[in-house]
């Protein structure tokens, strides 16, 4: 059982459409970092939310972090083929000693 | 460039060999950390070193080994390769909470 649930698991679009990945857990995090890797690349940093109920714009990308601090979510507009990846949400909990706990992630293509 | 280093890239090796992964980083990060990645499972960890000096557990470290030979290198060993162990390896840095930096990852196929 993963203690961070991503959906969807896979999303298909047409360029300019907008798009909402989720991340999901029953536990509470100190905080919540979004990361997107590409085929043959390791995964690289978008954004960490600390705060519950904070939200940070990062150009067309939008991230929430829940007020209750178990869930956040990515809201992308008007995507385009360049946010081709995959997206994944990763938690730190309290006590934790630094370690990241990574959801399964979303596979987002998007279409020209 | 700054970041994390991983060598070799890909690797084969039969069941029953033995392997050793290297990592290394140039932001004087103290923490380090390496994950497994496999389809559907997210990534997870293996083990970390919180500071030179010191290792930990992670979720998965059955079947590994590793060791911080200084501030900069952290290696990760495969005594006795098992198919299961068949996935993408990444090693990662960190300074404060707030983000790691990852390696471009380490594909290694046991036969």
């Known amino acids: 059982t993963q203690l961070l649930e991503q959906s969807p698991q896979f999303l298909s679009i047409q360029e300019g459409e907008n798009l909402t990945v989720y991340c999901n857990s029953s536990s509470v995090f100190s905080s919540l970092q979004w990361y997107r890797q590409e085929p043959g690349e390791g995964p690289v940093l978008l954004v960490t939310?600390?705060?519950?109920?904070e939200v940070k714009k990062l150009k067309r990308l939008t991230f929430q972090f829940g007020d209750a601090r178990k869930d956040s979510s990515l809201h992308i507009t008007a995507a385009q083929p360049g946010d081709t990846g995959l997206y994944l949400c990763?938690?730190?909990?309290?006590?934790?000693?630094?370690?990241?706990?990574f959801g399964s992630g979303t596979q987002l293509t998007v279409l020209p | 460039n700054a970041g994390v280093t991983q060598t070799p890239k890909f690797q084969v090796l039969k069941t029953g060999q033995s392997m050793t992964l290297q990592c290394a980083q140039d932001?004087?990060?103290?923490?380090m950390y390496w994950y497994r990645q496999d389809p559907g499972m997210g990534l997870r960890l293996i083990y970390y070193s919180a500071s030179e000096g010191t290792t930990d557990k992670g979720e998965v470290p059955n079947g590994y080994n590793v060791s911080r030979l200084n501030k900069r290198e952290f290696s990760l060993r495969l005594e006795s390769a098992a198919p299961s162990q068949t996935s993408v390896y990444f090693c990662?840095?960190?300074?404060?909470?707030?983000?790691?930096?990852f390696g471009s990852g380490t594909r290694l196929t046991v036969v």
């Open positions: 939310v600390v705060t519950g109920g």
């Open positions: 990763a938690g730190l909990r309290r006590g934790s000693a630094r370690q990241l706990t």
């Open positions: 990662a840095s960190s300074e404060v909470i707030y983000g790691y930096t």
């Open positions: 932001m004087n990060h103290n923490s």
